[in-house]
């Protein structure tokens, strides 16, 4: 017990600190490997677009010791034009992960709640128990978001519902009519906070466009991130909008300056004709989960295949002995016991020649098995 404990809310001292992995030096240093492919947080390794890397590598040194715009000026006004509203309807974060922050602290206070999924993004309920708001977390149906459970488990102080679209870790995603009809049914009462961390990796006609639904929805906010198709993820850049009323509000607790400028200006640069890229990635993550099904059915191992840039895959044994295996052999992916997956691991979808090796490695580590 350290002598500051008392100096603690109950909700942090409750509250267990996540670690992230070890950089990839110390983890090749520890697995006795040369090399490493990572496969566990849904990078593009296609990215970033070709106008973001020019940027990037021109970055001028005499622009670092400069203050970035405060509230991303420039890249609001892009983001304004492209999706059709006002440069204010739009707050920029570093990372989407800040913005989860930010919402929670505009709307809730200790003794409040959230509602969102068990098995989801977990920053959502983790930013919340820190902040002393509970996490009422609604077991998912059939791999997906269960939007009665979530309805029936509102009460008076239930302020945020967070949906994650398509879902992380899932890929379960609703459409636009059982996205409506939950946005009916909350009737205002709460803020709905839209994930839509991988949307342009969704082709799919009935794919709800959150930004679309704001002039009907007035209670919704968008998160969208630079993180995952935009392959910006190493300098934390992600965005919400919503309608100026309620990003007024958001607006108050959300840092100032805490976008840095090359972000800022990568991002910019990554919205510019975009589609040839956008094309491009969405092609190899179709073919590499081809190739991931044709290993799954030939292994006999259960896959949960939707959208987004990753797979689940159901292992015969602990999902952290398949990683310390896998690791050994230069392939991290994501052990799924973190979000109440035991026994399944998720993979990144990324180039052909990395699934092949992919391939190799599970079938060496599960394939004697069977
Ligand atoms: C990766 C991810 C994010 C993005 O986080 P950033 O902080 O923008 O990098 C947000 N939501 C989900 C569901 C994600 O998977």
Redesign the pocket.
């Known amino acids: 017990m350290c002598a500051f404990e008392r100096l603690v809310p109950e909700h942090v001292r409750r509250f267990e600190a996540y670690t992230p992995s070890r950089p990839d030096h110390e983890l090749m240093r520890m697995y006795r490997v040369d090399h490493l492919h990572r496969l566990n947080?849904?990078e593009n390794p296609l990215g970033p677009p070709p106008e973001a890397a020019r940027i990037v590598r021109g970055f001028p040194p005499e622009r670092v010791p400069i203050y970035p715009n405060g509230d991303a000026w420039d890249l609001r006004r892009i983001l304004a034009g492209r999706f059709g509203l006002a440069p204010e309807q739009f707050v920029v974060?570093?990372?989407?992960?800040?913005l989860i922050s930010s919402v929670i602290k505009a709307f809730c206070t200790t003794g409040d709640s959230i509602v969102t999924a068990d098995k989801?993004?977990a920053?959502y309920e983790w930013v919340a128990e820190f902040s002393g708001v509970e996490a009422r977390l609604i077991p998912l149906r059939d791999f997906g978001f269960d939007g009665e459970g979530m309805l029936a488990a509102r009460d008076a102080r239930t302020k945020i519902l967070f949906v994650?679209n398509p879902n992380?870790p899932t890929g379960t995603w609703w459409d636009t009519a059982t996205l409506t009809r939950f946005l009916d049914r909350v009737n205002g009462e709460q803020i709905v906070v839209l994930?839509e961390?991988?949307a342009e990796y969704v082709d799919r006609h009935d794919f709800p466009h959150g930004i679309g639904l704001l002039d009907r929805y007035p209670n919704l906010v968008i998160?969208r991130?630079?993180?995952?198709m935009y392959a910006l993820?190493g300098l934390?850049?992600?965005y919400l909008c919503g309608t100026q009323e309620v990003v007024d509000i958001i607006r108050r607790t959300h840092v100032v300056y805490s976008v840095n400028a090359l972000a800022q200006q990568a991002a910019a640069a990554a919205l510019h004709d975009d589609a040839a890229f956008i094309r491009q990635t969405r092609e190899m993550v179709r073919e590499g989960k081809g190739l991931l099904r044709e290993l799954c059915d030939d292994l006999g191992l259960d896959m949960q295949c939707g959208e987004g840039n990753y797979v689940m895959i159901r292992v015969p044994e602990a999902d952290t002995l398949i990683y310390r295996k896998l690791m050994a052999r230069g392939i991290m992916i994501r052990t799924m016991t973190g979000f109440r997956f035991p026994g399944w691991i998720r993979v990144s979808v990324v180039q052909t020649p990395v699934m092949e090796e992919f391939r190799h490695a599970l079938r060496a580590v599960v394939g004697g098995r069977r």
Do not use: L, M, Q, W
């Open positions: 947080n849904n974060g570093n990372g989407s992960c800040e989801t993004f920053v994650c992380n994930d961390a991988y998160f991130t630079f993180s995952k993820a934390r850049i992600g």
